[in-house]
């Protein structure tokens, strides 16, 4: 999993509440287990005039003018700034593998689906929860001021807007040193690779018969 520390990305507004996973990767696209790949169909039904299958060339086609990732001023954005309730849903982890791949690393948004917020922090993307009427501040300001940019640093847990106000946010112990290093459920297990084969060999002492 990529580690996440610090990030100075361009924002890109979506303004709608309640965007379900089926919106961030629509069902069709969820024929693959790899955690790449995903990103050319993020909001597909949103972002192409026509609709999308597995194996489609994308570059070949329509993409709708008046969606905002289209928005050549929104190009290379990092941060995806929400509203609320976001991630709603099914359960489905190709949601923050789709955004991730896409090249977004931050969601801001007032509230989030729980098992989406859950599976942000497992696959290396921080979701951060404000306070709405801060969400409203940020969408004006990233709407007014082309190359509105955040900075986001997690040691710190904070948000910094290019005026120089500081927000802040809040991250358990256990999901920021995970996200710091980079390490997710597997990266975990295997710090203890040293514990665990010892208990195996001293089970193959212990109980021989299960190894006949």
Request: net charge negative; with cysteine; hydrophobic share 40%.
């Amino acid at each position: 999993m990529k580690a996440f520390t610090q990030l100075n990305g361009l924002v890109c507004p979506l303004d709608r509440a309640n965007v379900d996973t089926d919106a961030i990767i629509p069902k069709q696209f969820l024929k693959s287990i790899k955690r790449s790949g995903f990103g050319p169909n993020l909001f597909d039904e949103w972002r192409y005039l026509d609709h999308g299958e597995p194996g489609m060339d994308n570059s070949q086609r329509q993409l709708n003018p008046e969606f905002v990732l289209n928005y050549p001023r929104y190009q290379g954005a990092e941060v995806l700034l929400a509203r609320d309730n976001f991630g709603c849903g099914s359960s489905r982890e190709h949601a923050p593998w789709a955004i991730d791949d896409y090249g977004f690393r931050v969601v801001i948004a007032p509230s989030f689906a729980d098992i989406f917020f859950n599976n942000c922090y497992k696959n290396g993307l921080l979701p951060i929860v404000l306070d709405g009427a801060l969400v409203d501040q940020l969408f004006a300001e990233s709407e007014a001021s082309v190359g509105y940019r955040l900075n986001v640093d997690l040691q710190a847990q904070t948000v910094t807007s290019p005026s120089g106000q500081v927000f802040s946010f809040d991250v358990t112990g256990h999901r920021k040193h995970c996200l710091l290093n980079g390490l997710d459920e597997i990266g975990l297990t295997l710090h203890h690779a040293d514990e665990i084969k010892a208990f195996e060999n001293q089970r193959r002492i212990d109980q021989p018969w299960l190894f006949a």
